[in-house]
T-cell receptor
């Protein structure tokens, strides 16, 4: 079945710096790749997603890139702010049903 | 409603007790998913409904876990004879039209089995 690997597990940056989180997936049939932000005690919040017919998508300070050949996708956060501190999860969804397969998570800490 | 609503937020159960967790999806959302999230881990898929039909239950860890969505809206995840390894956050998500749309998560129910 599908497997999603996420790196790094923890990431600490200074406010204003950029942060990059990378994920790889195993199932070449996967066609939808969302990113979620999870704050302590809350459910995952969708922040951006990308479909397999697109190579890059940007929304203000957040961008996601997808390399289908290499089966990896990345989240880029620019001009980080302390409120970006949270756990970020990547996920992949194939064409067999709607379930998402999640990575292990990255704990991002943005220091003021 | 404005978002996916789950209740209770917290549940403490004695080992061997049965529990029922409720999910109210976003109004009009066809698909509903249950995930289990262990401490420090990513959510893991349990089961998936499209309207009232349970289309995938491959992630349910044992026959002690049972989910239903009888009228195609509210769903209940039931765990019988709870064990300590069932302690986790149980997340519900819904999406509008099934497999090709975004999934939105509720706050989760934190289950602690003592």
């Amino acid at each position: 079945g599908e497997n999603v690997e996420q790196h790094p597990s923890t990431l600490s940056v200074q406010e204003g710096d950029s942060a990059v989180i990378k994920c790889t997936y195993s199932d070449s049939a996967s066609n939808y790749f969302p990113w979620y932000k999870q704050e302590l005690g809350k459910g995952p919040q969708l922040i951006i997603d990308i479909r397999s017919n697109v190579g890059e998508k940007k929304d203000q300070r957040i961008a996601v890139t997808l390399n289908k050949t290499a089966k990896h996708f990345s989240l880029h956060i620019t001009e980080t702010q302390p409120e970006d501190s949270a756990v970020y999860f990547c996920a992949a969804r194939g064409n067999q049903g709607g379930k998402l397969i999640f990575g292990q998570g990255t704990e991002l800490s943005v220091k003021p | 409603g404005a978002g996916v609503s789950q209740s209770p937020r917290y549940k403490v159960a004695k080992r061997g007790q049965d529990v029922a967790l409720r999910c109210d999806p976003i109004s009009g959302h066809v698909s509903l998913f249950w995930y289990q999230q262990a401490l420090g881990q990513g959510p893991e898929f349990l089961t998936y409904f499209q309207n009232e039909a349970q289309l995938d239950k491959s992630g349910l860890p044992s026959d002690r876990f049972f989910a239903e969505r009888p009228e195609g809206s509210v769903s209940t995840l039931k765990i019988q004879r709870t064990q300590q390894e069932d302690s986790a956050v149980y997340l519900c998500a819904s999406s509008f039209r099934g497999v090709n749309t975004e999934a939105f998560f509720g706050q989760g129910t934190r289950l602690t089995v003592v």
